[in-house]
C-alpha cells in the first residue's frame, strides 16, 4: 500500500499550497487596469488593481515624469486622474507604489511598479494661408480673399471640430476638409485691419477616437487689398514694397500729362483755386517719364504713411513743409526744392514751373536709398472682372474738379474728359481711361495758412481718416459704398499704416477690378 500512501501525500501538499496562495501569506498582488497600456488617451484615468482588500492610507504615489493628477483610494483599487490639460501625448509613464499593505496588516506590497505609454500627440499643427505655413502660428497674416486654413498633426473626424471665430462657432456649411481630414478650410470673410481669433473647441478627437492634446489660439488679421494696373507687371507672389506717390500738376499749362495712365491708383482733390491736382501711386516701378510734378499739399501726408511710400513733389508752402518735414511727421520721399539726389530735372518743352519731371528709375533709386519696411497691405494681381457693382449707370460725373467720365463698353474703361475736353496721357497719346472710378466725400476744413502767396488761396485740409460715403463705378455700373481708412477720430495722420479700402451697402468688402483706379476726394462744402 506505499503506492496510497505516497498519493494522500501528494493531495495533502496540493491543498496546503492552495491554501498558501489563498491567504495572507502569498502577499498583495496589483495590476494595471486599463484598456491599453500602451495607449492611454490624455484624459483618461489609469486604476490599479489588487487582489485583496487594502489599505492605501499611507501609500505614496510617484512617477518618474513630471505630471499633475490626483488619487482617488479604495479598498480594492486606486485610481489616478491626470488633472488639465492631461497626460503628456506620446510618453511613456512609470507609476511607482509605496508600501500598500492588506487590509488585515498581514501582508506588503512593496516598491510595485507599472509602466504605461499615452496616445500620440493630436494637434495643431498650424495655420496656412493660401496653402503656405503661416510662419507665427499664433499671430497670422493674410489678404481679405486669402484662403485660411487650420492643419492638424492628424486624420481628424469632423463631426466632432468646432471652429471657434473670436469665441462663435463657424457654421459647419463654412468648413472646407480635406479628403484624409488632416486640415479644414475656414470659409471666413474677414474685414482688413479688423483681428480675429482662430481656436478650436473641446471635444474635437482624431478618427481614432483620441482628443486634442494641445491647443492654439491664433489672432488673425487681413490686410487690404489694393488693384493694380497690367501695365505694372504685378503678378502672383508679389511682395508688396514701398509704392512710389507722385503728385501731378493738373491746371491747364500742365496738359498734356506723363505718365498717368499706368498708375495703379490715382488721387485727384482740389488744390487752390478750384483747380485739381493729383497723386499717381504706383506700386511697382512707375512709366520711363512722369511728370509735370507740382508742389505737395495737406493731403499727402495722410497718402505717404497710409500707402507706406516715397512721396515726390517739386515743393511745399511752409505750412504743409510744416507736417512734411518735422517730428513726428517726416513724410518718407524727396521734394525737389531740396533734393540733393538728382531725382528729378527739368524739361524744355514745358515753362516753369510747369516742367519739373522725374522717371521711373529715378523714382526706384529713391525707393532703394529710403528702405522703407513693406506696407501693411497686399497688392492684387490683374484678375477676371467681379460684377460688384448692381445699378447701370455709364457716366460718372464729378462736377467739383471739372470732369467727366464716358463709359466705352467694347474695352469696358471709363474715358476720361477734363474741362470738356479729352485728356491725353503723353507717353500713349491716347485719351486717359479707367477701370474703376470712386467718388470719396471726406470732411475737409480750411488748413489755416497761405498756399499761394501771389493769389492768397489758403491750404485745404482734408479728413481722409475714419469712414465716409462713397461711390464706386466698374464695368458700366455703380455701387453706393463706404470707404474706411484708419481709425478715425483723434488719430494723427503719422500713426497710420491703413490704406483705403470699400465696402458695399450690404457690409462686404469690395475687390475692386484690375487696371487703374481714380479717385476722387470731395471735400465737405466742395
Same mark, same amino acid.
Given at each position: ?78 485610481? #489616478? ?58 499671430? #497670422? ?42 486640415? #479644414? ?33 491664433? +489672432? ?23 509704392? !512710389? ?24 482733390? !482740389?488744390?487752390?483755386?478750384? !483747380? ?22 495737406? !493731403? ?116 476720361? +474728359? ?75 495722420f503719422y500713426d497710420n499704416r491703413q490704406p483705403v479700402w470699400f465696402t458695399d451697402e450690404k457690409g462686404g468688402v469690395i475687390e475692386l477690378n ?13
Open positions: 500500500m506505499l503506492w496510497a500512501a505516497a498519493l494522500i501525500a501528494v493531495i495533502a501538499s496540493i491543498g496546503i499550497t492552495v491554501l498558501v496562495l489563498n491567504s495572507p501569506i502569498a502577499g498583495v498582488h496589483a495590476h494595471l487596469d486599463v484598456a491599453n497600456s500602451d495607449h492611454v488617451r490624455v484624459q483618461e484615468p489609469v486604476t490599479v488593481r489588487f487582489d485583496q482588500p487594502v489599505d492605501l492610507s499611507r501609500t505614496r504615489v510617484t512617477f518618474d515624469l513630471n505630471a499633475g493628477y490626483e488619487v482617488t483610494k479604495k479598498s480594492d483599487r486606486l485610481i #489616478v486622474t491626470p488633472l488639465d490639460p492631461g497626460w503628456t501625448a506620446d510618453k511613456r509613464y512609470t507609476l511607482v507604489l509605496g508600501d500598500v499593505p492588506n487590509s488585515k496588516h498581514s501582508a506588503t506590497l512593496h516598491g510595485w511598479r507599472t509602466t504605461f505609454t499615452t496616445q500620440p500627440r493630436v494637434g495643431i499643427a498650424g495655420l496656412s494661408v493660401d496653402d503656405k505655413p503661416a510662419p507665427d502660428p499664433a499671430n #497670422v497674416s493674410m489678404r481679405q480673399t486669402s484662403k485660411l486654413a487650420i492643419a492638424f498633426t492628424t486624420a481628424m473626424k469632423p463631426a466632432t471640430v468646432t471652429v471657434n471665430i473670436s469665441g462663435q462657432p463657424l457654421p459647419a456649411d463654412r468648413l472646407q476638409w480635406a479628403a484624409n481630414g488632416e486640415s #479644414v478650410t475656414l470659409g471666413v470673410l474677414p474685414y482688413p485691419y479688423k483681428p480675429f481669433t482662430v481656436s478650436v473647441g473641446d471635444g474635437a478627437t482624431s478618427t481614432q477616437g483620441d482628443p486634442l492634446t494641445t491647443k492654439l489660439e491664433a +489672432t488673425v488679421t487681413a490686410q487690404a487689398l489694393l488693384p493694380s494696373n497690367p501695365s505694372s507687371n504685378i503678378g502672383p507672389g508679389f511682395q508688396t514694397v514701398p509704392p !512710389i506717390e507722385i503728385v501731378i500738376e493738373n491746371s491747364g499749362p500742365a496738359r498734356n500729362q506723363t505718365g498717368l495712365q499706368d498708375a495703379d491708383m490715382v488721387y485727384e482733390y !482740389i488744390s487752390e483755386y478750384g !483747380i485739381g491736382r493729383m497723386t499717381a501711386i504706383y506700386f511697382n516701378k512707375p512709366p520711363g517719364l512722369v511728370g509735370p510734378v507740382r508742389s505737395c499739399r495737406m !493731403i499727402n501726408p495722410y497718402l505717404g504713411f497710409a500707402f507706406g511710400g516715397e512721396t515726390m513733389c517739386s515743393g511745399a508752402s511752409v505750412g504743409t513743409l510744416h507736417y512734411m518735414f518735422y517730428d513726428p511727421y517726416l513724410v518718407p520721399g524727396s521734394i525737389n526744392d531740396f533734393d540733393r539726389g538728382n531725382h528729378f530735372f527739368r524739361v524744355d518743352f514745358k515753362p516753369a514751373p510747369h516742367n519739373v519731371y522725374t522717371t521711373g528709375d529715378n523714382a526706384v533709386r529713391l525707393r532703394d536709398e529710403w528702405h522703407l519696411p513693406p506696407p501693411n497691405y497686399q497688392v492684387d494681381p490683374p484678375h477676371a472682372d467681379i460684377d460688384f457693382a448692381q445699378a447701370a449707370d455709364g457716366s460718372p460725373s464729378v462736377p467739383q474738379h471739372g470732369v467727366s467720365w464716358a463709359y466705352d463698353a467694347s474695352i469696358k474703361q471709363y474715358l476720361r +474728359t477734363d474741362q470738356g475736353t479729352p485728356f491725353i496721357d503723353d507717353q500713349y497719346h491716347t485719351q486717359v481711361h479707367a477701370k474703376n472710378v470712386v467718388v470719396m466725400h471726406v470732411g475737409s476744413h480750411d488748413a489755416g495758412w497761405v498756399e499761394d502767396d501771389n493769389g492768397g488761396a489758403h491750404s485745404v485740409w482734408y479728413d481722409m481718416l475714419g469712414t465716409g460715403l462713397a461711390d464706386i463705378w466698374s464695368n458700366g455700373k455703380a455701387v453706393h459704398a463706404t470707404w474706411h481708412m484708419g481709425a478715425g477720430g483723434p488719430q494723427p484690375s487696371g487703374l483706379t481714380w479717385v476722387h476726394v470731395v471735400g465737405s462744402g466742395q
